[in-house]
Each structure stands twice: as C-alpha cells, then as structure tokens.
T-cell receptor, first 114, second 114 residues
Framework: ETGVTQSPTHLIKTRGQQVTLRCSSQ?????VSWYQQALGQGPQFIFQ???????GRGNFPPRFSGLQFPNYSSELNVNALELDDSALYLCASSLGGTMNTEAFFGQGTRLTVV | AQSVTQPDIHITVSEGASLELRCNYS??????LFWYVQSPGQGLQLLLK??????LVQGIKGFEAEFKRSQSSFNLRKPSVHWSDAAEYFC????????????FGQGTELSVKP
C-alpha cells in the first residue's frame, strides 16, 4: 500500500453534472498530481499542486480544476461532465522540490458519465 | 515534444519464460524513467526507476531495466515470469521542468500462459 487514498472508488454521473474527487496524500508529501486514464490508454497528466498552488497543467480544458489544502490533500473538480470524461482518475503524491522524487499512486476513482 | 512509445500492445509468454517489454522515449535532456505495473481496476505500482548512474537498474518482484541513451530505450526484463506477473505495464518519463509530470506510454498488457 502506498498511503495515498482516493474517494469515492466508483461514481456514476449524468452528462452536464459536476463531480468532485478527493485524494489524501502520503504522509510527508507536499505534491499531488492528477491523471486521467481512459480505457485501454496510459494515464494522462491533468495538473499538479505543490504547496497549495497549481504547478503545471496538461492539455485539459478549464472545466477541470483542483485544489490543494494545507494538509496537502487535494480535490479534482470537473464541471459540465461529458461522456468522454468517463475514465479512471488517479491521484499521485510525491515530495516536490527535489529532482529525485517518485510518485505514489492511489487506487483511483472510476467515473462513469451516462 | 516529450513522448513515450511502447510498441507492443499485448504480449503473451509462458510461465517460467523470460520477458522483455520495450520502451522508447523522446526527451531533450537526461530523462528520469520509470516502469509501473497496474493490475485490473487498480492504481499504479512503481517497479523501478532510473535517475542517473548505473544504467542497469533493479526493481521489485525480480524486474530489471536497462537505460540505453544511444537507443533512447528503457526496456524492462525479467528472467522467469510467474503467473502473478500478468498485468498492464507502463513506461513513463518524468518531466521535471513542468511540475514533475509523468508522460506515460500506452501500456503493454502481459498475459502468462501455464
């Protein structure tokens, strides 16, 4: 186990709705990254938060937004859900500010948009 | 642009046989390279990583990988595959001037036959 926990594990939403996914990072880690993994694909980087500020963003529209809290836990919010948003959403925590760091992943949240 | 290519979408090997999964990367500087494994419906587990130094790196579960700069490759190997190794394997490059994001390949699904 990595110590990174995500909730909920599964979620079904209707197109147009909004969703919030949560991630609790590993103890001592100050950086959280979010990835979207569509079926049969590799994970794609959404964005990263380092010490409560966004620190890099992938090619995702603004309706994907996030937060990081003082305890370094994080939320991913997706507005105006589309069918293509159906995917496994992975959160990874790491110790930022150093080059030799590795990311520890949670089990993911499976989002289905109908 | 940075990218990772895993040429083999699906590989089947017999239990006890050797394994090599291919990974090629495109990155302008010295890469930080990773191999992750994912069981169905699960998050990603780090098998091994290369940051610098010895180009042959050892990981967990008996896996190793060799970094070859001249070939832009980071192939994963195991001398004797076990049935429990059946999973999806992802190669990734770390981009540390962009918030430490990971760029993943599409993955190679490994099946093990008895």
């Amino acid at each position: 186990e990595t110590g990174v926990t995500q909730s909920p594990t599964h979620l079904i939403k209707t197109r147009g709705q909004q969703v919030t996914l949560r991630c609790s990072s590993q103890s001592g880690h100050n950086t959280v990254s979010w990835y979207q993994q569509a079926l049969g694909q590799g994970p794609q980087f959404i964005f990263q938060y380092y010490r409560e500020e966004e620190n890099g963003r992938g090619n995702f529209p603004p309706r994907f937004s996030g937060l990081q809290f003082p305890n370094y836990s994080s939320e991913l919010n997706v507005n105006a859900l589309e069918l293509d948003d159906s995917a496994l959403y992975l959160c990874a925590s790491s110790l930022g500010g150093t080059m030799n760091t590795e990311a520890f992943f949670g089990q993911g949240t499976r989002l289905t948009v109908v | 642009a940075q990218s990772v290519t895993q040429p083999d979408i699906h590989i089947t090997v017999s239990e006890g046989a050797s394994l090599e999964l291919r990974c090629n990367y495109s990155y302008g500087a010295t890469p930080y390279l990773f191999w992750y494994v994912q069981s169905p419906g699960q998050g990603l587990q780090l098998l091994l990583k290369y940051f610098s130094g010895d180009t042959l790196v050892q990981g967990i579960k008996g896996f190793e990988a060799e970094f070859k700069r001249s070939q832009s490759s980071f192939n994963l190997r195991k001398p004797s595959v076990h049935w429990s190794d059946a999973a999806e394997y992802f190669c990734a490059v770390g981009v540390y001037n962009q918030g430490g994001k990971l760029i993943f390949g599409q993955g190679t699904e490994l099946s093990v036959k008895p």
